[in-house]
Each structure stands twice: as C-alpha cells, then as structure tokens.
C-alpha cells in the first residue's frame, strides 16, 4: 500500500459536465437465472478505449445449492477479465486453466485465436450461503495480436498496486495509470482500476489516455456540481483534466480507458474481431464440433455440455 500524489487532484473542481462525451445507461440481460447489467457495447458507444464488453454481475444472494453455471464457449480477437468485489467462482478452460478468483484479484484470458471456458460456482461455494458481485470486461486485441495463442495470467490482490489518498483506496487492475504500472501483460496502452471514496473525496481520472471513462458500482459521484448515481457509465472528452468527487454516500468507481483500435471491431456472440471474416470462420469452427481435432477445445475437466452457437446473435454469453 502507498500514497500516490498522482491520485490528489492539482485543480479540485477540475472538469464541467459538458466533459461528458456520453452518458450510458446499462441495460439488463438474463443469463439464464442470473441477471447482469451491460454498459458496453452500447447502441451509442461501441468502446471506450479498448474496452468492448462491460458487464456487472449482481450483487446477488445465493442460498444453498444456488450459483451460476456458464457453460463452455468460446472467444477469439479479445481478453476477459473478471474482477470481483464480493463472492467467488470457479474458471476452467480448454489451456487446462483450473482457477478460483476471488475478490480483488485478476483472472486475465487471452483468447488470441481461440479459446473455450467456463464459469461456475465450484460445488464447495455451494455448500453455504454465498453472494456474488462483481464486473467482467472484455478488451479487444490489436490486429497483430488477434491471431496469437491463447494464454492465461492469474494475479492475486497484492500483486497489484494499491494506491492510497485522502479519503480513497485505489487498486490498479490492468495497465498504467497515476505512475503506477499493472502486472498483468497486455498488448495496448490502457488503464482500468477500483477505486473507493469516502463522501467528499476527489480523484482525479488519468490524464495519460487517450480515452477515459468511469462506471458508478455503488454510491454517487459530483461532477461540477451535477450528481450521478450508481449504474452509470460516463465517457469523457479527450484531453481536459477531470476530477470527480464522491457524493454523500461515498462511491465505488471503476476506471477505464485507454488508446483506441486501429481499426473498426466487429461482434458475434463471444467473438470480437477485426473483419467480419474472422468471426465467420469462428463461427463456423464452433458449429461443427470437433473438440478433438478442430480450431477449438473444451475444458478438459469441463466438457460434458457446452453452449452451441445461438440462432440469434445477442453480444457477449
């Protein structure tokens, strides 16, 4: 744990609403028994940085028994990762990954040409009452990357740099960000970060991005004076410095951005990629189930079930 200057605003009303380039309003999926809130992709707002997916999962109370199950399917062009404030689960996936994340830490999966995984609640978790809150993002690769072998990196809590001011504790998930820089490996410039704030504490976003944008996970934020509740994900104009304050109830943030793509991106179900022929040729490579010779694998522990590719096309599992 240290205190950062980089994190104490130099100007403390620095920024005005009409910073914001856009306000999104997530929209509510179903994911079979399990309901998320998804920020990103937005009809308006496709990504912020190299950010295409933004999903908070919960918070959610699970008694005995209950808990999610997302069968295997597979990604390509992308990384997830799952960073959780509350709860556990169990990843699993076709690289023989076998990994339990728990709050505070990084499972980070880069899919490259393909990979296959799945999410559950481990039968251990089941057993008590247990909750589960959370995010899960996907970042798009750059083209040069997008055809690379998967891989998989693990990082535990105090790997990672934890940041701390007057009145906020800020833990650095990916990237760079208030001169501190993320373990994990990734393949562009970008940032993404938790950050909590006592009522009244400013923070100052990065000033180092290009793109830069914020997600309200519990309390409120004041931006010149105008106030945002949580379940709001605002993305700001390039360039200006920008401080937000947390509101009466203090506020759980997470910060996000980074250089944008090269290039435009396109989606199909789990599969992100810089030509529409790439996703075709996934699509395909899924469709015909050849687990043991084919483009894509399932978990080894893992591979009674898995989800087939759907007659409609909804973004993300």
């Given at each position: 744990?240290?205190?950062?200057?980089?994190?104490?605003?130099?100007?403390?009303?620095?920024?005005?609403?009409?910073?914001?380039?856009?306000l999104i309003?997530?929209?509510?999926?179903?994911?079979?028994?399990?309901?998320?809130?998804?920020a990103?992709?937005?009809?308006?707002?496709q990504m912020?940085?190299p950010?295409?997916?933004?999903?908070?999962?919960?918070?959610?109370?699970?008694l005995?028994?209950?808990?999610?199950?997302?069968?295997?399917?597979p990604?390509?062009?992308?990384?997830?990762?799952?960073?959780?404030?509350?709860?556990?689960?169990?990843?699993r996936?076709?690289?023989?990954?076998?990994?339990?994340?728990y709050?505070?830490?990084?499972?980070?999966?880069?899919?490259?040409?393909?990979v296959?995984?799945?999410?559950?609640?481990?039968?251990?978790?089941?057993?008590k009452?247990?909750?589960?809150?959370?995010?899960?993002?996907?970042?798009a690769?750059?083209?040069?990357?997008?055809d690379?072998?998967?891989?998989?990196e693990?990082?535990?809590?105090?790997?990672?740099?934890?940041l701390t001011g007057?009145?906020?504790?800020?833990?650095?998930?990916?990237?760079?960000?208030?001169?501190?820089?993320?373990?994990?490996?990734?393949?562009?410039?970008?940032?993404?970060?938790?950050?909590?704030?006592?009522?009244?504490?400013?923070?100052?976003?990065?000033?180092n991005h290009?793109?830069r944008?914020?997600y309200?996970?519990?309390?409120?934020?004041?931006i010149?004076?105008?106030?945002f509740?949580a379940?709001?994900?605002?993305?700001?104009?390039?360039?200006?410095?920008?401080?937000?304050?947390a509101?009466?109830?203090?506020?759980?943030?997470?910060?996000?951005?980074?250089?944008?793509?090269?290039?435009?991106?396109?989606?199909?179900?789990?599969?992100?990629?810089?030509?529409k022929?790439?996703?075709?040729a996934?699509?395909?490579a899924?469709?015909?189930?050849?687990?043991?010779?084919?483009?894509?694998?399932?978990?080894?522990?893992?591979?009674?079930?898995?989800?087939?590719?759907p007659?409609?096309?909804p973004t993300?599992?």
């Open positions: 744990m240290s205190w950062m200057p980089g994190i104490e605003p130099q100007c403390p009303e620095a920024g005005t609403v009409d910073d914001i380039e856009m309003v997530p929209r509510a999926r179903d994911l079979g028994g399990f309901e998320v809130r998804r990103l992709p937005a009809p308006e707002r912020v940085g950010f295409i997916f933004f999903d908070q999962m919960g918070p959610a109370e699970f005995h028994d209950g808990g999610i199950d997302v069968r295997p399917h990604h390509i062009g992308l990384a997830t990762v799952t960073y959780l404030y509350q709860g556990e689960f169990q990843h996936d076709s690289l023989g990954t076998n990994q339990m994340i709050p505070g830490e990084v499972n980070w999966m880069v899919a490259g040409n393909g296959t995984h799945s999410e559950r609640t481990s039968p251990e978790t089941r057993a009452r247990h909750s589960l809150f959370g995010i899960q993002t996907w970042v690769l750059p083209e040069a990357d997008e690379k072998p998967a891989s998989f693990h990082q535990g809590a105090d790997a990672l740099p934890f007057e009145g906020k504790e800020v833990r650095l998930i990916l990237g760079n960000a208030w001169g501190e820089r993320a373990p994990v490996k990734t393949f562009s410039e970008m940032f993404y970060a938790d950050a909590v704030l006592e009522a009244g504490a400013k923070l100052p976003l990065p000033d290009e793109d944008g914020l309200v996970t519990q309390g409120s934020v004041l010149a004076g105008q106030e509740l379940g709001r994900m605002m993305v700001f104009r390039p360039g200006d410095p920008i401080t937000v304050t509101g009466e109830a203090g506020a759980r943030l997470m910060l996000l951005g980074g250089e944008t793509m090269n290039g435009p991106r396109y989606i199909a179900w789990n599969f992100v990629a810089s030509s022929e790439k996703l075709e996934a699509r395909e899924w469709s015909k189930g050849d687990f043991e010779h084919g483009r894509f694998r399932l978990p080894p522990d893992d591979k009674a079930e898995f989800i087939p590719f007659e409609t096309l993300g599992h």
